[in-house]
């Protein structure tokens, strides 16, 4: 309630009786009294606004956050920060980290765009996992809530990575379509059918975060091995009927080559830590079987 | 990869408390598979200078089995046989594309099936060791 219409309420009778000279004391005593009261009242409302606003934020959770930056002399060496950030319901790691960059450091960086788990930037290591930071719910999480760079991959600052690598194994493999024949028509459709759009469908999936290349303990000693999300990338072409068969072959010989689908030790790092939920290991399975196929011939 | 700097135990085999299924069956098949290869060459190497007459063979298989520490490791050996076996068929189901949703059932179960043959197996070693 606000303050306003007790206030004209008092106002009124003090107007009224301003023409009676001898009652003025009282009247103005009697505005005097409502004043203060409604100042009390004021400061009540307010110290229980406050008391709530203390409450809602007694109910904290505490983030420690990896902290690095090259070009400050103070943050060179790697540390954590911790932060007590005010949980609410349905926060997810990236709304608290954006909550602490927004209310207690401004400096605190981290790629984050969508926050609905397409745009595939916010993959962080959370508490011991690669995840997406905005994916994952505060409350699945143990505290504090440890969350660090992607392992294996350059840290350029705080929670960013360098992604170069991935991206370029990611394009090691051709990541686009090369049709034999396209259809006669220029606005004609390129039909796939149902069955092979299923076989291919959570291989689409990928949002290319790189949580599975970090999570690859093979990609982490072998810097030329493609990685799941490029094998990923490659069965999802080389699966696709309408893909030209020149390019299936070649794709496959990319794929068969010493730092290729080999070196898959089926560990399902990948898959455990994919938050797509993308059967990487599964897809790469099948890949190496198609390439015992196309060189193992008895017929 | 280059790092600049230590990220501590972020990027190192410290971080074992978090491995999942996949990744001990992996540790555990590298494992089980070198002491299975150190196994075989012991064996060669052991019978290999006892093969001068059938007594000297006996003497030496005899003796062996007479040490408790022998008994022991042959119990351990078995624990690794069984367990390189079971994770195998389990491999071989992977490499074929059967089950993989129950990938980690299928280490647990393995794990577990070691374990019994193993506690199932002391009595027959160990017998007469003491």
């Known amino acids: 309630m606000s303050t306003q219409p007790p206030q004209q309420q008092s106002e009124e009778p003090a107007a009224e009786q301003s023409a009676d000279a001898e009652s003025t004391p009282a009247a103005q005593q009697r505005r005097e009294d409502k004043k203060a009261a409604d100042r009390e009242a004021r400061d009540k409302r307010q110290a229980e606004e406050a008391e709530r606003e203390a409450k809602a934020n007694e109910d904290t959770r505490e983030i420690k956050v990896f902290r690095y930056d090259p070009e400050v002399e103070a943050k060179q060496e790697p540390r954590f920060d911790t932060f007590h950030v005010p949980f609410t319901k349905g926060m997810t790691v990236l709304d608290a980290v954006i909550y602490a960059r927004d209310h207690f450091d401004p400096s605190l960086t981290f790629r984050h765009s969508c926050r609905q788990a397409v745009c595939g930037s916010d993959a962080f290591f959370v508490n011991g996992q690669q995840r997406l930071g905005c994916k994952t719910q505060i409350s699945d999480l143990e505290e504090p809530i440890r969350i660090e760079p992607l392992p294996h991959q350059d840290v350029v600052k705080d929670l960013v990575v360098d992604m170069d690598h991935f991206y370029e194994e990611m394009e090691a493999v051709d990541p686009y379509f090369d049709p034999d024949e396209t259809p006669d028509g220029e606005l004609e459709e390129q039909r796939q059918s149902r069955a092979n759009r299923e076989k291919v469908k959570m291989s689409t999936r990928c949002i290319w975060c790189g949580a599975c290349f970090s999570s690859c303990n093979i990609a982490a000693g072998d810097n030329e091995y493609l990685g799941p999300a490029a094998l990923n990338k490659a069965y999802r072409f080389a699966m696709d009927d309408r893909e030209g068969d020149a390019k299936t072959q070649d794709r496959l010989e990319t794929i068969e080559q010493e730092h290729g689908v080999w070196r898959c030790q089926t560990q399902f790092s990948c898959t455990n830590v994919c938050p797509k939920d993308i059967p990487l290991t599964e897809h790469i399975q099948e890949l190496k079987r198609e390439a015992v196929k196309k060189n193992l011939k008895f017929w | ?130």
């Not at chain 2, 030496?60 to 119990?75: A, D, H, K, M």
């Not at chain 2, 189901?93 to 070691?114: C, N, R």
């Open chain 2, 1 to 130: 990869m280059s790092q600049s700097y230590n990220r501590g135990t972020i990027e190192s085999f410290g971080r074992w408390r978090e491995f999942s299924a996949g990744m001990w069956a992996w540790i555990f098949h590298k494992f089980t598979g070198w002491v299975l290869v150190g196994y075989l060459f012991t064996h060669i190497a052991v019978l290999s200078t006892a093969i001068e007459g059938a007594e000297m063979y006996t003497n030496t298989i005899v003796t062996l089995e007479g040490l408790l520490l022998v008994r022991i490791l042959e119990v351990g050996l078995l624990a690794v046989a069984v367990f390189h076996i079971l994770n195998g068929l389990r491999l071989l189901l992977v490499d074929l594309g059967i089950g993989l949703e129950s990938q980690d059932k299928s280490f647990y179960a393995s794990v577990i099936l070691t374990g019994a043959i193993t506690v199932a197996s002391v009595p027959t070693f160990i017998a007469g060791a003491f």
